[in-house]
Nanobody, 120 residues
Framework: QVQLVESGGGLVQAGGSLRLSCAAV????????MRWFRQAPGKEREFVAG????????FYADSVKGRFTIRKDNAKITVYLQMNGLKPEDTAVYYC?????????????WGQGTQVTVSS
């Protein structure tokens, strides 16, 4: 069983930056994909960014490419999402998720979510 603990959300003005963290606690898979999703009020949850267990493969939604960067700490299973150039439309609850590498889009664990609010 794995618990994903997120932190780093908050309120920021448009154009500002935030860094989200997600720490995996417990016995994880040997190979995995960590992803960030977000859900704005009244909208469906959407994919934001992902990184594989080695940190060598990353992927992003078009809406955040060039502004957000995902990376991981290889000494421990912690993933970071650096968000720069934030826009009001980035306002959402951000969720960390973990799934087995090679299992497609299947998610096995979700974090509790952290609120990001971008004011105009």
């Amino acid at each position: 069983q794995v618990q994903l603990v997120e932190s780093g959300g908050g309120l920021v003005q448009a154009g500002g930056s935030l860094r989200l963290s997600c720490a995996a606690v417990g016995r994880s898979f040997s190979t995995y994909i960590m992803r960030w999703f977000r859900q704005a009020p009244g909208k469906e949850r959407e994919f934001v960014a992902g990184i594989n267990w080695s940190g060598l493969r990353t992927f992003y939604a078009d809406s955040v490419k060039g502004r957000f960067t995902i990376r991981k700490d290889n000494a421990k299973i912690t993933v970071y999402l650096q968000m720069n150039g934030l826009k009001p439309e980035d306002t959402a609850v951000y969720y960390c998720a973990m799934g087995r590498d090679g299992a497609g889009s299947q998610i096995d664990y979700w974090g509790q979510g952290t609120q990001v609010t971008v004011s105009s």
